[in-house]
């Protein structure tokens, strides 16, 4: 079972950047695919961005498009997210999420609903001052 540790969260002044980190467990969690997610208060859990097994697919929510960058390092097991250009709208707990079959879409459709994914970090909290 592979289990995700997020860091790096805190507080930033609009405007500013912020780099989360998910590191994983086991050697398999090179092969998984993994999201980021993001919960703000009074709001559902809603889909950030996501990254296959080897990083070769890439795949964003509109409003983060040309802000935030995810990456991977399977070397060090490890997930990014480049946060830049950062809102007041941005502020939420950010969780990380992997998902065994390494892919993030199927046909045309990507995979950004939260029970798609089986593995969760216990999240990181990102706020943002105007």
């Known amino acids: 079972q592979v289990q995700l540790v997020e860091s790096g969260g805190g507080v930033v002044q609009a405007g500013g950047s912020l780099s989360l980190s998910c590191a994983g467990s086991g050697s398999t969690f090179r092969s998984y695919a993994v999201a980021w997610f993001r919960q703000a208060p009074g709001r559902e859990r809603e889909f950030v961005a996501s990254?296959?097994?080897?990083?070769?697919?890439?795949y964003y929510t509109d409003s983060v498009k040309g802000r935030f960058t995810i990456s991977r390092d399977n070397a060090k097991n490890t997930v990014y997210l480049q946060m830049n250009s950062l809102k007041p709208e941005d502020t939420a707990v950010y969780s990380c999420?992997?998902?065994?079959?390494?892919?993030?879409?199927?046909?045309?459709?990507?995979?950004?609903?939260?029970?798609?994914?089986?593995?969760w970090g216990q999240g990181t909290q990102v706020t943002v001052s105007p």
């Open positions: 990254i296959n097994w080897n990083g070769g697919r890439i």
């Open positions: 999420a992997g998902d065994p079959r390494g892919t993030i879409y199927s046909g045309n459709y990507y995979y950004i609903e939260t029970y798609e994914y089986d593995y």
